[in-house]
């Protein structure tokens, strides 16, 4: 943990102090796969509170180890001095959890990616996008990546171009993956009944067809663009 990092102060999240701190493989290329999935939605809110380290308690080992974990652990916290050093019990407690091997810990599932798929587009606007890629390639570039490569904000490809230098192969393996499942057609459906069964109540809420060929054209050129990375690499 980085000394001074408040989760809920939202400070700037930068690439190489996240791989730095996560210290699984395994958890560093399900972090690549959530800078992956934010370069095919263009997803610019990925900011601390968007993406986590899942820890759970195994309570059923609280009683079959050291016979009552708790009594043991706050005993050796009193024994330890800590107490007298102002030394947190729940920093004790957390620690002692991990020595014994009793916390279940994962990688969060991808969550809170609203501000993604040019929804900050205004309906009279999607016109001048709709057919014209100069003006779709030039938003996809103009949209910026909340992780940052050191101290820069840059487009989401660009941080992806950047990982794919260091972590070439785990990058590799996730574009494969994608393109496997990647179908055009599976998108533009996909896209075109998303809010087919939405009830009558909602019915204003529902994305005009115009929006919905917005958004599938975005997708597909943010694919294409994902290729590209993958394939010059």
């Not at 004790?92 to 009793?102: R, V």
């Not at 785990?170 to 087919?196: A, G």
Request: overall charge positive; aromatic content about 10%.
């Amino acid at each position: 943990v980085k000394p001074g990092f408040a989760i809920t102060d939202r400070p700037n999240l930068y690439f190489q102090d996240v791989m730095a701190s996560l210290k699984s493989d395994d958890f560093r290329k399900r972090f690549i796969e959530v800078m992956v999935f934010d370069a095919l939605i263009g997803n610019q809110d990925r900011h601390s509170e968007n993406w986590a380290v899942i820890k759970t308690l195994q309570a059923e080992k609280l009683h079959t180890n050291k016979s009552s974990f708790v009594r043991w652990a706050y005993n050796n916290y009193k024994d330890s001095g800590l107490k007298l050093k102002n030394i947190p019990l729940k920093k004790f407690l957390l620690n002692a959890l991990h020595k014994e091997d009793m916390l279940n810990i994962e990688f969060s599932p991808i969550y809170d990616s609203g501000s993604s798929l040019g929804r900050e587009i205004d309906e009279l606007s999607i016109d001048s996008f709709l057919g014209n890629n100069s003006k779709i390639e030039g938003y996809i570039k103009n949209g910026r990546s909340e992780i940052r490569w050191e101290n820069k904000k840059i487009n989401h490809f660009q941080l992806l171009t950047n990982i794919n230098i260091e972590y070439k192969d785990d990058l590799n393996s996730i574009v494969k993956r994608v393109e496997s499942k990647f179908d055009e057609q599976k998108v533009k459906k996909l896209v075109y009944t998303i809010d087919k069964d939405l009830s009558v109540e909602y019915e204003k809420s529902k994305l005009t067809l115009k929006r919905k060929e917005l958004i599938y054209q975005f997708i597909c050129k943010r694919f294409k663009a994902l290729q590209q990375i993958a394939n010059n690499g």
